[in-house]
């Protein structure tokens, strides 16, 4: 049995709708005799944000769940097998299967799920906590509910003023920031002005400010940044945190980011979205005290999100591959 690749690849546009983390599209697929590889591209990793990978393998496996929810609606039956070689740059394949892949979601779902970086009316009820943390539990992880939240704002500031005090991260996340509709890859990929929320005003101020980070991180840029940022927890929802069991390996990872991507198409379903906010997971400080507050063990700790019900609609972020020709978005 062989993959219907013509028809796989009519699909691809909208399997890049997946999320990754500063939107960098790491994953690239190989059509071969029979599978469709699954690798990733190094340029488009984060080695200073990412030194671990964790958000590497979970935006691969968000994808691959992406890319099996698609094919499905499209009749296609596909199977994911896991096949890591880290210098084949390979995480598994997409292969033919007789069966096709078991989901409740679907293409239009994978096309209208967003992140969301602004105010939420409300945030998940208990049942909709309990279905969030059922799909984790069916991985041998579970998603946690992060008590107090708003009180959590210090935290935050904290963890973001460890990342800008770093340049290499500043420096990486530079270079994926599309603060202005005339940078080159606006369209193509990366976090736009828009995603992130910020007025014409505050993405001018921002870009000056990175502009000037390497005279001006001395004399308290990284602070400074850490308080533009502001308080994303006064903005309404509940912090959400999916936990995984120990000793995961990269393959575990992979799968794990299937399962985050099971949670959010779950969300979406019930008219919620998220606000991942990993600096809390990234940051040693503030990774320590979460795990210390949940009673889990902070390698344990795979991905963090403030979750609720937008007040209004969020902007569709860019991809390099565009399925709007394909289907209204
Ligand atoms: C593993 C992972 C980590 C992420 N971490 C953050 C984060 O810390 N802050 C944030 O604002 N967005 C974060 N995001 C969201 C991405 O920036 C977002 O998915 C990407 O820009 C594409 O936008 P979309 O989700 O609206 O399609 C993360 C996404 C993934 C998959």
């Known amino acids: 049995?062989?993959?219907?690749?013509?028809?796989?690849?009519?699909?691809?546009?909208?399997?890049?709708?997946?999320?990754?983390?500063?939107?960098?599209?790491?994953?690239?697929?190989?059509?071969?005799?029979?599978?469709?590889?699954?690798?990733?591209?190094?340029?488009?990793t984060l080695p200073a944000a990412d030194p671990s990978g964790r958000d590497l393998w979970l935006?691969?496996?968000?994808?691959v769940e992406t890319c099996l929810v698609v094919a499905a609606d499209a009749g296609l039956r596909l199977e994911y097998v896991a096949d890591h070689d880290a210098e084949d740059r390979r995480v598994g394949w997409l292969r033919p299967s007789r069966h096709r892949y078991d989901t409740p979601f679907d293409a239009a779902q994978v096309r209208g799920r967003r992140t969301h970086r602004g105010r939420f009316s409300a945030g998940p009820d208990a049942e909709l906590v309990a279905a969030v943390d059922t799909v984790a539990r069916r991985a041998g992880g579970t998603a946690r509910v992060v008590p107090e939240a708003g009180r959590w704002g210090r935290l935050i500031r904290a963890a973001d003023r460890h990342l800008y005090a770093d340049p290499a991260v500043v420096?990486?996340?530079?270079?994926?920031?599309?603060?202005?509709?005339?940078?080159?890859d606006y369209h193509a990929d990366g976090l736009t002005d828009r995603c992130l929320g910020l007025s014409r005003a505050e993405a001018t101020g921002l870009r000056a400010a990175l502009a000037a980070y390497p005279v001006l991180r001395r004399v308290g840029l990284p602070r400074l940044l850490a308080t533009?940022?502001?308080d994303p927890l006064a903005l309404?929802?509940?912090?959400?945190?999916?936990?995984?069991?120990?000793?995961?390996?990269?393959?575990?990872?992979?799968?794990?980011?299937?399962?985050?991507?099971?949670?959010?198409?779950?969300?979406?379903?019930?008219g919620l979205a998220a606000h991942p906010l990993s600096q809390l997971i990234d940051a040693p400080a503030t990774r320590a005290a979460l795990g210390s507050l949940l009673g889990v063990?902070?390698?344990?700790?795979?991905?963090?999100?403030?979750?609720?019900?937008?007040?209004?609609?969020?902007?569709?972020?860019?991809?390099?591959?565009?399925?709007?020709?394909?289907?209204?978005g």
């Open 1 to 44: 049995m062989d993959v219907d690749v013509a028809a796989f690849r009519a699909l691809e546009p909208l399997c890049w709708r997946a999320p990754s983390a500063h939107n960098t599209q790491p994953w690239r697929l190989d059509h071969r005799a029979g599978a469709i590889r699954v690798g990733w591209e190094p340029a488009d």
């Open 59 to 63: 935006s691969l496996g968000a994808f």
């Open 171 to 184: 420096a990486e996340l530079r270079s994926w920031l599309r603060l202005t509709p005339g940078h080159p």
């Open 228 to 230: 533009a940022a502001g």
């Open 236 to 270: 309404g929802g509940t912090v959400l945190v999916l936990v995984g069991p120990s000793g995961m390996d990269d393959v575990a990872r992979v799968g794990f980011g299937r399962v985050l991507m099971r949670t959010w198409l779950t969300l979406h379903a019930a």
């Open 297 to 328: 063990a902070p390698d344990r700790l795979l991905h963090v999100a403030r979750v609720g019900r937008p007040s209004g609609p969020a902007p569709r972020s860019a991809r390099r591959l565009d399925d709007t020709r394909h289907a209204p």
